[in-house]
């Protein structure tokens, strides 16, 4: 009996939690852009109305990008594919601002590498490792030259 109960709450425990997870963002679509705010009002994350990466405020945390990138790409480019093999696993995904400024993300790694709009690189979170960086360097090189950034 006692298990049967415990069992019990720990199932609405989880699809509580599963639940909150998943409106821990808000996408607001708006005429000039994406903005995806999540609550208390600390992160917001902006994208262009293409759904791609403009900026972050600097109290966003990786997970909190990661997660606005899913949540963007989920609504707005289902389809998209980020960079040449970026779609899948841990594969980096190179997100270029419209002002050549951007980010590399793993998604299953708490790494992400920003960069300026000239194209260098900001900071590479602890979590990355020296060969992530190297890659993130070579994939957002390609990435800007594909948007027409030199």
Avoid: K
Avoid at 19 to 48: L, R
Avoid at 119 to 136: E, I, K, P
């Amino acid at each position: 009996m006692a298990v049967s109960f415990l069992r019990a709450c720990l199932i609405v425990t989880a699809a509580g939690l599963a639940a909150q997870a998943a409106s821990a963002q808000n996408v607001d679509i708006q005429a000039n852009g994406i903005q995806v705010g999540f609550p208390g009002g600390n992160c917001s994350v902006f994208y262009d109305l293409r759904g791609r990466f403009r900026s972050a405020r600097q109290t966003c945390n990786s997970g909190q990008i990661q997660r606005a990138n899913a949540a963007v790409a989920q609504r707005v480019r289902p389809n998209y594919a980020p960079a040449p093999g970026g779609a899948v696993g841990n594969a980096p995904r190179a997100f270029v601002a419209a002002n050549g400024a951007g980010q590399v993300v793993y998604p299953r790694a708490r790494c992400t590498v920003s960069y300026d709009p000239r194209g260098r690189r900001l900071n590479a979170l602890r979590g990355c490792s020296r060969s992530q960086v190297r890659t993130a360097d070579r994939l957002f090189r390609a990435e800007r030259a594909r948007h027409g950034f030199r």
